[in-house]
């Protein structure tokens, strides 16, 4: 008998297994939309002028000139908003 063209109830199972685990890990990445998508300043308390030292244009999220990659809309390189972080 060969043995290579048999499969066994182990290794359908073992097979339909990994399949539903890349479905379940698939369907929980997020999508490209929601990963575009920005929060307006209002919800991110967005101001014009910095929190002592802390300011957009020493932000990690700070797109130079004068855009966010957390928020929407025009923001001012000396501005502050909830989502700054520190740029290493």
């Not at 130079?64 to 740029?87: D, F, M, Q």
Request: positive net charge.
């Amino acid at each position: 008998m060969d043995h290579n063209q048999k499969l066994s109830r182990r290794s359908v199972l073992r097979g339909a297994a990994l399949l539903a685990g890349a479905a379940l890990t698939a369907s929980m990445l997020p999508s490209k939309e929601a990963l575009a998508q920005q929060a307006s300043q209002e919800a991110m308390q967005y101001q014009d002028k910095p929190n002592g030292d802390k300011r957009c244009s020493n932000c990690l999220n700070f797109v130079p000139s004068r855009s966010c990659a957390i928020v929407e809309g025009t923001v001012s390189p000396n501005g502050y908003c909830l989502a700054w972080a520190k740029k290493p």
